[in-house]
């Protein structure tokens, strides 16, 4: 699944309701949480979408652009990992104690954040031998790639689709205004105010893609 057929989805599910009815309308931190966690979701599918046209050139017996695969990668592991999934496991914890039914849900989906953790970081040393020098495996790298994409794709369409909506059902405006606080600080080096130097290449990608 692409990004295009991830935003098809993620469309659906709001139009769903995702601030449902009964969510508090007044609470901003709600508003402005899920918000911000839907857009980084949006973020991260343009850096799949353009990893995966980098992993076509294998099909088409080309050499891909290692160097930008490797900047994708070194974003995904240091943001998305770091701080992103934290994030979300602030909001898992208090979802667990509002539905149990939400539970088996929610610890697969804190199971896969540790998942792709290591995904990403093999991925990363793949990425960096190529680049060192060292002899890699081209159908390794393609395969571990692809795992990659297909995971991460899945595990966002499961919040953006399950978790969100429940989340602005069942969180009240104390929890929403404790994990603001935990995470306001927080700043994204590529898709932030201002992007980090070492991000600069990938920014141009991205803008051009």
Wanted: glycine fraction near 6%; include cysteine.
């Amino acid at each position: 699944m692409n990004s295009g057929a991830f935003l098809m989805q993620v469309k659906a599910s709001r139009a769903r309701g995702l601030f449902p009815a009964d969510a508090r309308p007044y609470d901003r931190f709600m508003a402005d949480t899920l918000t911000l966690w839907h857009v980084e979701h949006v973020n991260f599918g343009r850096l799949l979408d353009l990893l995966e046209r980098q992993l076509a050139s294998f099909e088409r017996g080309d050499s891909p652009d290692y160097e930008l695969m490797l900047e994708i990668m070194y974003y995904m592991t240091h943001y998305s990992d770091v701080l992103h999934h934290p994030k979300e496991d602030l909001v898992f914890a208090r979802i667990r104690e509002r539905d149990a039914n939400a539970c088996a849900t929610i610890d697969r989906l804190s199971g896969e954040h540790a998942t792709l953790k290591r995904a990403g970081q093999e991925l990363v040393q793949e990425l960096d031998g190529v680049l060192d020098g060292s002899i890699m495996s081209r159908k390794r790298i393609d395969a571990a790639g692809r795992a990659y994409l297909a995971m991460l794709r899945e595990h966002m369409r499961v919040e953006e689709t399950e978790i969100l909506p429940l989340a602005a059902r069942l969180l009240g405006p104390s929890d929403w205004a404790s994990i603001d606080a935990a995470i306001r600080q927080f700043h994204d080096p590529l898709f932030g105010t201002r992007t980090e130097r070492r991000y600069a290449g990938l920014a141009r990608h991205i803008r051009g893609a």
